[in-house]
């Protein structure tokens, strides 16, 4: 069971900007959790978590102290267990079926869109990353089940990607959440997936090809 029930996400263009911002958040309300600091491509990347009540008043303090410097942000009143375990740190084995890749922009709509796929089908959640090295202040997620609800769920999150876009200065428009679905993954692409999907961690997987 998730320790808190509620989570926020913001990014910030500007380092000190989002340091200082996170500093007035944890000053406006109790919250349970935080975790802060630099990504790639020069953003600042602050997580909170706690009670629904405590979480939103210190997002809504970040969000009125960065200014014009907030790239994007969303609260989850109610996140789901698997992402909150998963943004966290916690990896799931993954067992079989179609897989869903996603990405988007910013981590916060990274974050909406596997949100609405946990909670709209029975996908699992293989993994997510939050502008970590070689994302250039992306974020990209991993979902695994049968084919039927995998497309599912990339529908859900598309669709909240449309509807409610960015909430800073993030691109705006149609296509900000690019995502293909692999029906029947050869096992060595399932293998790598369940890994992980950055290269620096990758598997080198040894197939029955021609080397002569």
């Known amino acids: 069971m998730k320790p808190c029930p509620a989570i926020a996400v913001l990014e910030f263009d500007d380092i000190p900007t989002g340091a200082a911002a996170t500093d007035a958040m944890l000053k406006r309300a109790p919250i349970a959790f935080f975790r802060c600091g630099t990504t790639t491509h020069g953003r600042y990347l602050t997580v909170i978590g706690g009670t629904t009540a405590s979480v939103a008043e210190s997002a809504e303090e970040g969000v009125r102290y960065a ?25 799931r084995p993954r067992v079989s079926g179609s897989l869903a890749i996603l990405e988007s922009p910013t981590v916060s709509a990274t974050v909406r869109a596997a949100e609405a796929a946990l909670k709209g089908t029975p996908v699992e959640l293989v993994e997510i990353r939050l502008a970590d090295t070689g994302l250039a202040g992306k974020g990209l997620v991993v979902l695994e089940g049968t084919l039927h609800d995998v497309e599912a769920a990339v529908t859900l999150a598309v669709a909240r990607d449309a509807r409610e876009g960015p909430g800073g200065g993030a691109p705006q428009g149609p296509g900000r959440l690019s995502y293909r679905v692999i029906p029947a993954p050869h096992e060595a692409t399932a293998a790598q997936a369940g890994h992980g999907t950055s290269f620096d961690s990758a598997l080198t997987i040894q197939l029955e090809g021609e080397t002569l």
Do not use: E, M
């Open 67 to 91: 200014a014009g410097h907030l790239l994007d942000h969303v609260l989850l009143p109610d996140v789901h267990p698997s992402l909150y375990d998963a943004i966290g740190g916690t990896r």
